[in-house]
């Protein structure tokens, strides 16, 4: 089974969400495979630079579920920097916030609320 990473990025009330240009096509964290001798905070913090242009920290891993072949490891992370920038993997991203999420949209609702909570506790 693969293992993916993704990282919910907080940014005070609002989260950053990618839409998917390949199956799932749906809306969701951004995140990907690890690369050698990469670890699973590493692949996320990588992955959302190159899927959104924004510098983040994860703080903590907060879900995991699994979805067909593959195994999904969710990390609340923090917004640092950087502005949008959409890659080739989506074909739209923004800033939503829990109340004004897209739909489809995975994972479920509490935990993009999860993240928000831990991630604004730490500040």
């Not at 990473?5 to 990907?32: A, E």
């Not at 923090?78 to 949008?84: A, D, K, M, Q």
Request: charged residues 25%; contains cysteine; glycine residues 6%.
């Amino acid at each position: 089974m693969r293992i993916v990473p993704l990282g919910i990025v907080v940014d005070n009330d609002k989260i950053l969400l990618v839409h998917r240009r390949f199956p799932p096509i749906l809306w969701g964290p951004p995140g990907g495979f690890t690369e050698d001798n990469e670890t699973l905070q590493e692949a996320v913090e990588r992955e959302v630079l190159e899927e959104c242009g924004i510098q983040c920290e994860t703080v903590c891993q907060i879900h995991e579920f699994d979805a067909h072949d593959t195994h999904i490891i969710v990390f609340a992370c923090r917004y640092l920097s950087g502005n949008l920038r959409c890659s080739y993997e989506s074909t739209d991203l923004g800033w939503f916030t829990i109340h004004n999420l897209p739909q489809p949209i995975s994972p479920e609702k509490d935990i993009f609320q999860k993240a928000i909570k831990i991630v604004n506790k730490q500040k």
